[in-house]
């Protein structure tokens, strides 16, 4: 079946740290590969996407690239600031006769951000 | 434009009752997706609704029941609660030609004693 694994967290950077968080995949075909995030009290964002392999997703700073060899979709931001303090988490939606089956989520990482 | 709303926000419920979940998708949005998540956990996959029919299920029993109106709205049903039932319930909502990038609500937080 589907899974997801990405990095145990609680994960406390410095304000303007490099930030990666990593994220692996098990599926079968081809995936389209999200990142979404959780902010306190909140519901889930959609934070970026790709859908074929060697895409790069971007948004709001955040970067990830669909790596197919090495069935990855790592998250990363060059400069975190404190508002980027939130659960993020990894998933995938596969592809049945029925279309495109319902997300599967990692664990999620606790992300905090210290001034 | 709105987004996708969900009530109640919060329900307490006892062992063994029945629960009822409402849900509406964004403006536009024909397909509508249940999702439980347990406290620290990933969201898990229920089903999705498309047409009024259910088009996918993910791994939860029959207890688990959904119904999708002809204006695109949705219900959860669970019955015969148990204790392993508390979680927040995620609906989210997409176009099914593009039904991979979903968009979810705010949640339900349901407490069962």
């Known amino acids: 079946g589907n899974s997801v694994t990405q990095m145990e967290g609680p994960v406390t950077l410095s304000e303007e740290a490099f930030l990666t968080i990593n994220c692996t995949y098990t599926?079968?075909?081809?995936?389209?590969l999200f990142w979404y995030v959780q902010y306190p009290g909140e519901g889930l964002q959609l934070l970026l996407k790709a859908t074929k392999a060697d895409d790069k997703g971007s948004n709001k700073g955040f970067e990830a690239t669909y790596r197919k060899e090495t069935t990855s979709f790592h998250l990363e931001k060059g400069s975190v600031q404190v508002s980027d303090s939130a659960v993020y988490f990894c998933a995938l939606s596969a592809y049945s006769g029925g279309g495109a089956d319902g997300l599967t989520f990692g664990k999620g990482t606790h992300l905090i951000i210290q001034p | 434009d709105a987004g996708v709303t969900q009530s109640p926000t919060h329900l307490i419920k006892t062992r063994g009752q029945q629960v009822t979940l409402r849900c509406s998708p964004k403006s536009g949005h024909d397909t509508v997706s249940w999702y439980q998540q347990a406290l620290g956990q990933g969201p898990q996959f229920i089903f999705q609704?498309?047409?009024?029919?259910?088009?996918q299920r993910g791994n939860f029993p029959d207890r688990f029941s959904g119904h999708q109106f002809p204006n695109y709205s949705s219900e959860l049903n669970v019955n015969a609660l148990l204790l392993g039932d508390s979680a927040l319930y995620l609906c989210?909502?997409?176009?099914?030609?593009?039904?991979?990038?979903?968009?979810f609500g705010p949640g339900t937080r349901l407490t069962v004693t």
């Open positions: 599926a079968t075909g081809y995936p389209s």
């Open positions: 609704y498309y047409e009024e029919e259910e088009r």
């Open positions: 989210a909502s997409s176009l099914v030609s593009r039904s991979y990038e979903q968009y």
